[in-house]
């Protein structure tokens, strides 16, 4: 289990001073797929190397099964880690790669084997590490965080780079962790990744949460109304739409997508103010929408910011 209290970053003094992370608090349970949700920069990765204590945190505590992770010796045998599957030396073999992972954590040289067995690369064990390409990197990751079989995992953007075959893989392998038992937290920026993997939702903007709940209770955010548009003079309605207490955000191709009105209201509307309509369609909202909108100022005000 991870719990997070009142957790802090800033960088910098002074009035330069920037806000990573921003009193977070929450828990990730075991037996669960957490998704670590937020636009990019939102604070997610570095919220990630302070549950790892390779960033130190300037207020707050995050603890694993109760104990800070850098108080742990062999650290891959309680939290196994993937934050950048670039971040390893391209002249190893992927094979040497893991074995001097497992000499540092004290770990059977066969547990080696197993692991590049489980996640495919077996055959391309032998090859430089500067050669594969990054979704070979990604698996070599993944199994990096496997090797210690440890009860906690946590993994930054793992889909990254990944194809279909290997997304389905991915995603299969998370549940499987989960119903073992095991505390199993992933990063991501897109919804729409998490809607089919994930049991759980942590959300944050501007380092600070914006939600934390089931996805059941994430998805009912969803179940209001959108109406598509497509008008003549979609500004003009934009204008009038928001007047009448829509939520209006761009769509595909000029289209506006419009929440807090139905599609009858928005044709009433339209020949009110002699507005030319091409296109009118009523849909749910998706859970990748609700993110968005969620998540809308905190990845506004975060645009260009390091994560």
Do not use: C
Not at 41 to 63: D, H
Not at 214 to 221: G, H, I, M, N, T
Not at 246 to 255: E, L
């Amino acid at each position: 289990m991870i719990e997070v209290t009142e957790l802090t970053k800033r960088h910098g003094r002074g009035r330069a001073a920037k806000t990573a992370v921003d009193r977070l608090t929450f828990t990730v349970r075991p037996g669960a797929v957490t998704g670590f949700l937020g636009p990019n920069g939102a604070g997610k990765s570095t919220t990630l190397r302070m549950v790892l204590g390779l960033n130190a945190p300037t207020a707050g505590t995050v603890t694993v099964d109760g104990r800070p992770f850098r108080d742990r010796p062999r650290g891959l045998r309680h939290v196994g880690a993937l934050l950048d599957a670039g971040d390893v030396h391209g002249g190893r073999t992927g094979r040497n790669h893991l074995r001097a992972l497992a000499l540092g954590n004290a770990l059977p040289a066969a547990r080696v084997e197993e692991v590049l067995a489980e996640v495919g690369l077996t055959e391309a064990a032998g090859r430089r590490i500067g050669g594969y390409s990054l979704g070979m990197k990604q698996r070599l990751g993944i199994a990096g965080a496997l090797l210690g079989d440890p009860p906690v995992l946590l993994f930054d953007e793992p889909l990254n780079g990944l194809d279909p075959e290997g997304v389905l893989w991915v995603r299969g392998l998370f549940r499987r962790l989960a119903d073992e038992g095991r505390t199993v937290f992933v990063s991501s920026h897109m919804m729409a990744e998490m809607e089919h993997t994930a049991d759980r939702l942590v959300v944050i903007g501007r380092g600070r949460l914006l939600a934390d709940e089931s996805l059941a209770e994430f998805s009912a955010r969803a179940g209001r109304d959108a109406v598509t548009v497509r008008a003549a003079e979609p500004e003009r309605l934009a204008a009038v739409a928001a007047a009448a207490g829509a939520t209006v955000r761009p769509g595909p191709d000029g289209a506006l997508v419009l929440t807090g009105v139905d599609a009858v209201r928005i044709g009433e509307l339209a020949l009110e103010h002699r507005l030319l309509l091409h296109a009118l369609t009523a849909s749910g909202a998706s859970l990748e929408e609700s993110f968005m909108e969620l998540t809308a100022d905190s990845a506004e005000y975060l645009a260009g910011e390091p994560r």
